[in-house]
């Protein structure tokens, strides 16, 4: 089984920590590669971002699909171009935001997403609400920008353990979702350090991606996610008509 | 990885249909059993046979968890006794109700549940609103009751496939999830019949619960999911303050 | 006309303290009874508590609609078993949390429930939801336990009254409900001290037992509450097919 | 108990008609008095015609508060200024159509209201939104405007009929409320007739009403419901700051 | 151009600095009038003043059509009978509650309502989720009576400065609206103070009527908005059936 | 006052029309300009298209930022890049769907979206459920391709008339929006056939700009929309720290 993990920002650090994690849980017999989006901006802070970040992201992932890709992996936590790239593409397409909070779903009733910067605080609320899940959680910033994640993992961890006590006190969190790729590399010592469940959005993609491979099903091609159509397909509606 | 399987109801014949389909999905290395809850109703259609199913499921859940199970899946459409077993259990339970519509929301932006009877539409529907997929879900009937879908598999496919039929026409369904443990053999020929991606909860379940055994995840201990007390510490409470 | 009341849990003094203000509160000829779940949990805290409770109440419900009964009332806070007993049973059957809930809303365009520990929570919010009633009630746990309840009224008063205190300064709340079938003797004083409506759903529901039963009016029989079928029924589907 | 009715319409034969009904099911030592809003509307179709009727139908409430009435019932399907009266006045009061949704909430899962014409519908959807029951509620039009039915009450039940056996097939209707005063003559006997729980608001009301004075409690006087103030309290406002 | 603002309490000088916003804003070619509801209270606080308002605020926009309006506007922040009078008339009808919110929701995905007294916090939230925003706004009361603003402009202005600086902070506002007619003159000042859009509803309601006009556009007259019916219409809906 | 027009396709003959319309709404002093984007696709039919236009037609509004542009306009009926286009931008910035659909919510309590193809329809209720008008709003196709609009006008307005009269009979849709800015010139005869207000999301969008850009008020610039940060600024979080 190949999965085709594609970081939309241009951070080559990022991909290979993404890409550690990611090996690291791959069953046996999984084959995972990960693509660095050199077109895109150096983090995904905002809409802005996330907008530019995207035709490079797609065609990566097309490349992907050509290469055989089984599944593939959005890997920025607000789940940038996940309608275009399911639309785009036959196999399945997970974004880390999603599948972390879908995991937590099956954990808790009700947790609390710690991210970076409070400028993805209403991009993740409205994912959430998308997905059915805002009635369930909560968003919190750690101000910690995505750059600084890497350059100080310990005043990162600090400062995301000082979140999730705010988050059991004041949302009621029973477990708690790690709000960015690169934080990856701290979910299990922040759930033993405080003793409920905290899911990183990375790991949770690959064993998704790996269990929807193995059901053998693919993305829907009809509705919201039809392919899309080429410019001399759409010439000819006009052409037919003269 | 230990994955245990209950059926709540007393069906013997459908419980070994449900293992059969999660031996055939299990990956390398997982061990799966299936208890049926001879104390439970023959089938459960509706409410009542939903509460007096519950207390035998969690009997034989708790005996499995003694038994060293990783992970739990309740092999009933209607995701029967989910939060008391959540709240009972120390590692993931999953209700394949839950699984096989999550699964869907992956791969479509809209889908229909073909369940058996109409006496289920409204708990399938509550259910799917509490996950959060309601707006996005429709839930059908296909008329033919739990034990009749082992009888007569021909006449099973067939009324399932109009149903499906109606769904791609009036649901504008992307996807579609099989609404019953007992429809479990027939996702694979649907889908290529329909041409759009056909869900089997067990197979979803089985699935999401080797994924969340290998995050290392258990479920939340706090809020909703807090342990049960028992009636010793129970009558602590009132002793104290005599 | 006969109503009559169960206690899921096995707490023959709270049933005797809910028959005492039912009773008190019974128009002229409507005559009461109540039975205590013997077979149930010794007080009902979380969703295992409830779950274990439902089939000992039904049994007994089930009994009273043998022996006459015009109406049911289910005399826990949780409106455990709602749905099955409906779905059981042809006369109305009224939850206390449910009816508690609605007095309220007749009174007040926001209003707080105050319950005894925070496992309940979430249990009761999600009945507020399903009740429509969500966007207009907070829940708030006094952490005095069912048991506690009866052991020192004196603490409950006063812990129940702070929450009160609190639901007007920052819930907004125009009324309160008491959240336990425990508290219902503390209703007048409370309403009198802070000077707001204070709902017991013990009174509320015998009331609107009496209110339905003079309408003439029974449950549904279709849909969700469609009677259930018994094995025998449940055989012929099968057997039919062969 | 002294229970005052309100007719927003100036139709006298209109309120003889809910009278007749109300006094029907008073309970002993009920005292009913009902009044016309003779400077009201000929009939309430529309947000304009309930517009014109508030002023003269709170007057008459007022009075009916001076004269010791216990509780305040709204006798239009609409609840024309519900909100309006319970700021005014002291003791509950309730309108038809909450009281005849709210009962209707206590015996199905799934209920459709059936009104006269289909300028009441959206209303009438707005207000079920309000109670939080829109998401188990439809509301249809039998396009008898209210006069029509006095007058000819053979043509009203045919028609009321004929929606019945549309929201059973169409709705999954389990039982159904008459969405007018003026059909309340008809319940028992549409209810026998379709084999469902048949809701006439005037009775709904006035059998919560009696309940809600039975409970000792009255309208919140705190946020939405805080009494109105005077031209020379708001005077004061002013005056006090120059 | 001509549009026909009214406002529906009956303080004179409240009219008359609505005008003076209103000309100030005015497209060359637009004329502006604006009526004082002398049969409504002094100012609207709550549900009653604004039941009481609406009678004399329908005539005078009746008469306002006769004399060849092509725009309305309803000068009181509860938009009061916005409803009845879109029913009632032809041309666009604006409410300033409306027009201020929906200017904010073309500028911030989350703003804040500043208004006079906490009586009408529930009214302008019920508001809100009418429009379809009230996920997305928060509303706060200054606690500054509607005729304090107008004698005491200054405590207004620092009372309004204090609830925006908790609006930033407390409920993430991007923007906010000032909750009442007789802010209108704040806005500018308050939007340099605090660096933030703030929007007047008054302005926004003439700009926004200026711009429905030329786009040659009515209200809409079916459904919640088909025009009233008379008196003699309703009689013969009863007399041809006899 | 400058606005700037944006059409995110490369159809320089759609942008001529639209560019068309504005201008024969513009007021007196309103200078508008229209940029095409010729890096964006042919037309937007879905995600993909709408995803790879948004770079490109950033990249435009910038420019006419810097031209001095007063207010933006994105043509698209997708809304496409509105909330990104928000982030970058200073001055308002209005999408034509969400103009058309805030102007029928002005003057109809419930209407419908006439599109061009079945795959924008989840697109547009989506949208619609963000600005919150999903609950009174239907989306209809009339299965026009948007290039075929211009080859077939008279096709088109009878295939969207079609579709109108079922919205009337079928959505009780009180007024109707144009889902293409393709469909721009037929709004007014599309009106006068049909009899309710038919609204153009072009003209909306015009003189809704107009009216923002008259109050002074600009996009916020914190929150959802708070200004993109550099690649420099990005840089300095990381060296910050080591």
Redesign the interface.
């Known amino acids: 089984m190949r999965i085709a993990i594609v970081n939309p920002n241009a951070s080559a650090s990022m991909t290979a920590m993404v890409l550690n994690t990611a090996r690291g849980?791959a069953?046996?017999g999984t084959h995972i590669e990960a693509a660095t989006n050199e077109d895109g901006?150096?983090?995904i802070?905002?809409?802005?971002?996330?907008?530019?970040a995207?035709?490079g992201m797609?065609a990566r992932m097309k490349r992907a699909q050509e290469a055989g890709a089984h599944a593939h992996i959005i890997a920025c936590f607000d789940d940038t171009?996940l309608?275009?790239a399911?639309?785009?593409l036959e196999k399945?397409v997970?974004g880390i935001g999603?599948a972390g909070a879908?995991?937590a779903?099956?954990?808790?009733?009700?947790f609390t997403v710690v991210t970076t910067l409070?400028?993805s605080?209403?991009?993740l609320e409205?994912n959430l609400r998308?997905?059915?899940?805002?009635?369930?959680a909560t968003v919190r910033a750690s101000e910690m920008?995505?750059?600084?994640l890497?350059?100080?993992p310990g005043?990162a961890e600090a400062r995301i353990s000082d979140e999730i006590e705010k988050a059991?006190a004041q949302d009621?969190a029973?477990?708690v979702v790690l709000g960015c790729a690169g934080m990856t590399a701290l979910a299990?010592g922040l759930?033993r350090r405080h003793?409920?469940?905290?899911?990183?959005g990375v790991?949770?993609a690959v064993?998704?991606a790996?269990?929807?491979c193995?059901?053998?099903?693919?993305?829907?091609?009809?509705?919201?996610?039809?392919p899309?159509?080429d410019?001399a397909a759409?010439?000819k509606?006009?052409?037919?008509?003269?």
């Open positions: 849980l069953a046996p901006p150096l983090s802070e905002g809409t802005v971002d996330g907008a530019l995207v035709p797609l171009g309608d275009a399911r639309s785009l399945p997970i999603e879908k995991a779903s099956f954990l808790a009733s009700r409070s400028c605080v209403p991009i409205e998308r997905y059915g899940l805002a009635d369930r920008a995505v750059l600084a890497e350059a100080d005043q059991i009621r029973e477990a299990a759930s003793g409920l469940p905290v899911v990183d790991a949770a064993k998704f790996e269990a929807l193995a059901l053998g099903v693919g993305t829907a091609r009809r509705g919201l996610y039809a899309p159509r410019a759409k010439r509606d006009g052409e037919e008509r003269r």
